[in-house]
């Protein structure tokens, strides 16, 4: 039978991956084709944004390059350590072609690794997370229809004749014809909104950590929900507690929190005379950065009026000591005489 997937009605032939012709051929898998367009999109949008934050864009590169591969292993570890009955052997854990990469795992890695490298590269991290956060969810939105080639994180049986997905391999999986959730769609539906939204507040950031804090509720909001329709959890030991959910509702809970007390720390330092905004000035609604260029203009022009006017006065001519002995004199004289 030829693999297909159909989803809500439509029925599309589709392969999980194509072949090289190379040797005895290679094969190249859509689902890492989708997340590696995902995380180029994400690297595009941060390259445009990273001046609005502060974030130097060069050194963008060098953060990546360590983020990028703890991401991977700490998606790798966090699948292995909640699900480690998949795998055959201990070198199995490396063959990240067999799939099992857990979107949480990698979040945590690519922070770690951001950290690092912002110490390094003196880089504010924060900042840099607020970057991150919106692309995280460029990311995740095209990555998660990797799940939809696949035939994967799905749900549970929609009860309807023609809302939900369906495929060859959802049937061999649960031997049923009945369509289920297409999680994967709704998870991906809900980033898009999170990115726009997140997208929307960054032009208005009041505070460093706003768009990470954000990120923390509307992704963990999400996923809480979505992870109790799906069927394929990894699940806490071996109780019926989704590790998911569980994560999730912590990101929701740390999120709020976090969001409140920043808030409040901005509004105390709000009454600070020498207090500016992250992201606008408060009396002109420019951007900061534009504020900083004018004021350094007028302190430089200020400086070169000063210099002007020391120049003019080290080109005064000097008064002659015999011209004024000379002067004293007669005028002395002029007063003898008028004695």
Known sequence: MDSYVQLFGWKLPIQDHFTIPIGGGINIYWYGILIAIGFALAVLYAFRRAK???VDPDKIIDILLLALPLAIVGARLYYFIFNPGVFDG?????????????????????IAGGAIMCKIRKVNFVSMLDLAAMGFLIGQAVGRWGNFVNQEAYGGPTGSSWFGMTGDQILYDTGSTDLVHPCFLYES?????????LHILSKHRKFKGQMAVTYLIWYGFGRFFIEGLRTDSLMLGSSNIR??????????AAGVILYIVLLRRVKNQQDEPAYTPVFLDAETGEPVAEVLEESEAVLEEAAQDEESQ???ETEAPEADPEAVETAESKEEQGDGQAD
């Open 52 to 54: 609005d934050f502060g």
């Open 90 to 110: 201990f070198w199995d854990i490396f063959n990240i072609r067999r799939g099992g990469l857990a979107i949480y795992g990698g979040i945590i890695g690519a």
């Open 189 to 197: 539906l809900w980033c898009i909104a999170g990115f726009i939204v």
């Open 243 to 252: 590790v998911s959910q569980v994560l999730s509702a912590l990101m929701v």
């Open 310 to 312: 020391q120049d003019v």
